[in-house]
């Protein structure tokens, strides 16, 4: 019932399709250094040499490890395997706590010690009034 | 099947309906606005800000969702051979458009005392940014070409070009470290998010979904009484 104009004109846009989501595929994969937008602390640790460019480390706070010596704010990214120490001053957003998602943006002195010039909180995917945090904590 | 797209028939939809819909999305955005702003729980961590997500949410979904179909009719128009599709596309594109500025610009709303931070290119917002500007060329692309058939060709190929960015929009924070946080409504798996929370959120998705309706079939309307003015019977 169809032409076959219309199923050639099919097939045409099929293969358009599958060859722009493979090229697209491709330089994603080629790019993905360039993609993500913050490294975890295990990336650092595989590094071979650190260089002197403006990177961004994300993670959760580690608890209890939020510090303030001498105006300087210190604290712990951590993803559970591997940790990095990171000092910054100046003001942090709101959801900035202990063992919550954290974005450090700044230079890395050596694989161990990170100095942060902005700090963004990282809001996970959980949504919840407080009484049912409450709730959840007491269990 | 295509006797259904006789234009005299498929108008006299089009030119009742509209009162309709607006009725009914008057009622879903009070109600839905009623449930967001006043009756909804803030949450435990983001306090009042939790409620720019009742905008911000629905507007992402509606943009990508337009997308695609806009995409799909196209396609559809260029393998049949049959206008109409085209003219469905083109009606649908403006409300989607204005979705995705909205969700750009509610998310920069929300980032800034949530993050920190108004923007950051990360997966998932450069990739929304990308998709306006899919949006812009293709609307573009309907008024600067005299010749139809020049039109049909450069819009289909764009929406083809831009298809491909809808999957990474979507999946980017599943794919790569993003400052944007994944998914809380997971179909087959349990939803982080309170049902307290999810309800308006599905109301406000209904009251966008008919605006967009709305503003299809006010154009869609436009363009039945443009052929119609110049005296042709069919598309």
Do not use: C
Request: charged content about 20%; glycine content about 4%; overall charge positive.
């Amino acid at each position: 019932m169809y032409g076959r104009k219309v199923k050639l004109r099919f097939f045409y846009i099929i293969l358009i399709l599958a060859t722009l989501t493979l090229s697209v595929f491709l330089i994603l994969k080629s790019l993905e250094e360039n993609v993500v937008f913050f490294k975890s602390p295990s990336d650092i640790q595989v590094i071979s040499e650190l260089n002197k460019n403006k990177i961004r480390i994300g993670g959760m706070v580690k608890k209890d490890s939020i510090s303030i010596i001498d105006k300087k704010l210190n604290f712990i990214i951590t993803d559970f395997k591997n940790e990095i120490n990171v000092v910054y001053s100046g003001v942090v957003p709101n959801l900035f706590t202990e063992g919550k998602g954290v974005v450090a943006e700044g230079y890395l002195k050596d694989k161990n010690f990170f100095s942060a010039t902005k700090i963004l909180a990282k809001h996970d995917e959980n949504y919840m009034p407080p009484e049912v945090k409450a709730a959840l904590e007491e269990k | 099947m295509f006797k259904l797209f006789e234009p005299n028939k498929i108008f006299s939809i089009t030119s009742k309906a509209p009162k309709y819909v607006l009725f009914l999305f008057v009622i879903v955005l009070s109600v839905g606005l009623t449930e967001a702003l006043i009756l909804s729980p803030e949450d435990y961590k983001q306090g009042h800000s939790v409620r720019i997500m009742y905008v911000h949410v629905p507007a992402a979904w509606i943009a990508l969702g337009i997308f695609s179909a806009v995409t799909l009719l196209s396609i559809l128009g260029y393998i049949t051979k049959f206008k109409n599709f085209f003219l469905i596309a083109k009606s649908l594109a403006p409300s989607g458009f204005v979705f995705n500025i909205v969700a750009l610009v509610t998310g920069s709303i929300w980032g800034k005392p949530t993050w920190g931070t108004w923007w950051a290119w990360d997966a998932r917002i450069t990739s929304m940014l990308i998709l306006a500007l899919f949006y812009g060329m293709y609307l573009i692309s309907w008024r600067i070409y005299e010749d139809k058939e020049k039109v049909f060709q450069v819009s289909t190929i764009i929406t083809i070009l831009g298809i491909i960015n809808v999957p990474i929009t979507k999946y980017s924070v599943d794919w790569w470290n993003t400052l944007h946080q994944p998914a809380s409504i997971n179909i087959f798996t349990k939803s982080s998010i309170h049902s307290s929370m999810l309800f308006p959120l599905l109301i406000m998705t209904a009251a966008f979904a008919l605006f967009s309706l709305l503003i299809f079939l006010m154009k869609y309307n436009t363009e039945l009484i443009k052929i119609k003015n110049k005296g042709l019977d069919r598309l």
